[in-house]
């Protein structure tokens, strides 16, 4: 069994930053890939950034350049660093974790005020 705890979530003004952690615990720590996804209000869940086991991170188009993936594998946590934040970034961002099942966590909300 596997739990994901996201924190950092909160307000901020367009062209701030923000930085979220996801902390992973349970029976599984070697995982496959790791990554961020968000849910905006009214529209379906998407991608947002990924790191896999061989180091290599992908990002949507959206926030390539602005968001930055980061994963500590001794405290088994997961990060992603927001700059730049516009409020089309607004969301319930979530952390998830697969190895050959998917797991997920329950999601923080990030608010960007124009």
């Known amino acids: 069994q596997v739990q994901l705890v996201e924190s950092g979530g909160g307000l901020v003004q367009a062209g701030g930053s923000l930085t979220l952690s996801c902390t992973a615990s349970g029976t599984v720590t070697n995982f496959h890939g790791m990554g961020w996804y968000r849910q905006a209000p009214g529209k379906s869940r998407e991608f947002v950034a990924r790191?896999?086991?061989?180091?290599?991170?992908s990002y949507a188009e959206s926030v390539k350049g602005r968001f930055t993936i980061s994963r500590d594998t001794v405290r088994n946590t997961l990060s992603l660093q927001m700059d730049s934040l516009q409020p089309e970034d607004t969301a319930v961002y979530y952390c998830?974790?697969?190895?050959?099942?998917?797991?997920w966590g329950q999601g923080t909300q990030i608010t960007v005020s124009s």
């Open positions: 790191w896999v086991r061989a180091g290599a991170t």
């Open positions: 998830s974790a697969w190895t050959n099942m998917i797991y």
